[in-house]
């Protein structure tokens, strides 16, 4: 029981290494509970730990048929091993329910395609046609699987999942370019990457000419990560990543799948456990620069910051040029308070760019702003409007900022209410709504916004300090008051403190408020 308790709590916590160990401890105790054996196989898969899984899915495959994914991993187990024959047979028995009708076909084709039956995998993955959701695997995998064994009818599939454009995906403008190259039409490969790098920006990295399934297994791993992908935009974090670690037992280098897996991680600041997992991209992989780039972010989320540095740097011996790296190095510096520098490496990576996105001059604003620069932050701000004129995040920062000064109040309140119209659920810009109404007096709907705020960000000292200001213009003092004490106790700067000491003893009337700012 105690491991139980323990698996569970460390479940709430997400750390799905702790869970796995503590279920494992909780089966070796009651091996025949069942519960135990489907929670301790699932956090056995998610931590990576497939000898445990399969041993708990044998298990799970006697004793519970109405849990499809122990006997579906048992499946993947023998199309590793290549035993094509017995992966079918196994498949049967893997029911048509929730997400096996897609998976089931998926994997059965890649099966017939290992049995040299191409054309009766083609025929089972018709019926994906069924389902508007399921268009993009029929189509990007008809072409995967003929690739993969060198049929002619290949090209014409990677055209039609060209052709309809809203199904395409990189890997399959990587496949499509590769066998293109391999004909000696590079001409022609090279066109399909420039007609897909708008959508893809990364789809001319790497070398073309490889094929992207060698094998069933590969072919099998690539439906599991595109699922993951699908899921991880849908929010289902733990569905995909669990997606994810299938992929990764059939074909263990698939460095995409263990950069998407390592990003999971990362959202879930689980940021160990995605650190390991950035670690383990290897550096020959397309993906690599991703991955060593995350790194420098993850290393800076657990407060190590010079590591991540030392890691910019070294991005930077190798690469002095690379937008990206130079712009990553300009926010370390500007979290260290070294704005010139940060400033001068904004500056570098805006010259490096050709596209001079509208986020560099932004970021660049906002370190000249915290160096005290504010003409030349106003000028990057508008520069950044006159790029991306409906950014919401500059929108905000500009029209906070002119309120914040007690300027161009009007023309303030028009930019923040778009922005809010963009983010109605970021607190951050709502309450430089309800910030500008207050210093055009009207403060009973400055109130009904700074109220708002304060429910999406609870956390926050200056919101609470702006809605404690609002509710004492509208004679709510017992509530201002309150509002400035909890403003108080969420670690304030000691600017912010000073102020708001100074108002609990003297009111807003008597009380001197300093400019406060916001993240």
């Not at 454009?165 to 403008?173: H, P």
């Not at 599991?224 to 059939?250: D, I, N, T, V």
């Not at 919401?392 to 023309?411: F, M, P, Q, T």
């Amino acid at each position: 029981m105690g491991s139980y308790l323990a698996a569970q709590h460390a479940r709430r916590s997400g750390d799905t290494t702790a869970a796995a160990n503590y279920f494992l401890d909780a089966i070796a105790a009651d091996p025949d509970n069942v519960l135990l054996l489907q929670q301790g196989f699932s956090y056995a898969v998610a931590d990576g730990r497939y000898s445990d899984a399969k041993r708990i899915a044998e298990r799970l495959a006697d004793t519970d048929m109405n849990y499809s994914l122990p006997e579906l991993f048992l499946v993947l187990h023998e199309i590793k091993g290549e035993h094509y024959g017995k992966a079918l047979d196994k498949l049967q028995r893997v029911p048509d329910a929730g997400l096996n009708r897609l998976l089931k076909p998926l994997v059965q084709a890649w099966v017939l395609v290992g049995m040299k039956k191409t054309d009766d995998a083609l025929v089972v993955l018709e019926p994906l046609r069924e389902t508007p959701a399921f268009m993009p695997f029929l189509l990007n995998h008809r072409a995967f699987l003929l690739d993969y064994a060198d049929d002619p009818r290949a090209a014409a599939m990677y055209a039609d999942v060209a052709a309809a454009d809203r199904y395409g995906s990189l890997r399959a403008v990587i496949g499509h370019a590769g066998l293109l190259t391999r004909q000696g039409k590079k001409d022609e490969a090279l066109a399909v990457i420039a007609a897909a790098s708008k959508r893809f920006p990364r789809a001319a990295a790497g070398e073309l000419g490889g094929k992207v399934i060698n094998s069933p297994a590969d072919g099998i791993a690539e439906a599991f990560y595109s699922g993951a992908s699908a899921l991880a935009q849908e929010s289902a974090a733990g569905l995909a990543a669990f997606h994810l670690r299938l992929a990764l037992y059939l074909k263990p280098d698939f460095a995409e799948a263990r950069l998407l897996l390592a990003n999971l991680f990362e959202q879930e600041e689980q940021h160990e456990a995605a650190l390991a997992i950035y670690r383990t991209v290897p550096d020959d992989s397309d993906v690599a620069d991703q991955a060593r780039l995350r790194e420098v972010w993850v290393l800076n989320a657990l407060n190590r910051t010079e590591e991540a540095l030392q890691a910019v740097e070294i991005l930077l011996q190798r690469g002095p040029d690379e937008v990206e790296v130079v712009a990553a190095l300009a926010d370390l510096l500007r979290q260290e308070n070294r704005h010139d520098e940060a400033i001068a490496q904004y500056s570098r990576a805006i010259e490096l760019s050709d596209d001079k996105p509208w986020s560099l001059y932004y970021a660049r604003a906002i370190a000249f702003d915290q160096a005290k620069r504010w003409g030349q932050a106003e000028a990057d701000l508008k520069t950044a409007l006159q790029i991306s004129p409906e950014e919401a995040e500059v929108l905000n920062y500009l029209g906070y900022s002119w309120v914040d000064r007690g300027i161009n109040l009007k023309e303030a309140e028009d930019m923040i209410k778009r922005a809010v119209l963009a983010r109605p659920d970021n607190g951050y810009i709502v309450d430089s709504l309800g910030w500008v109404l207050y210093k055009l007096k009207r403060y009973g709907e400055a109130v009904e916004h700074l109220e708002r705020a304060v429910l999406l960000r609870p956390e926050d000292p200056t919101i609470n300090d702006h809605l404690g200001d609002a509710y004492w213009r509208v004679n709510r003092r017992i509530e201002a008051r309150f509002q400035w004490s909890h403003a108080l106790s969420l670690k304030p700067t000691e600017e912010q403190a000073a102020a708001l000491r100074d108002k609990l003893e003297r009111g807003l009337n008597a009380a001197v408020k300093p400019r406060l700012t916001k993240d």
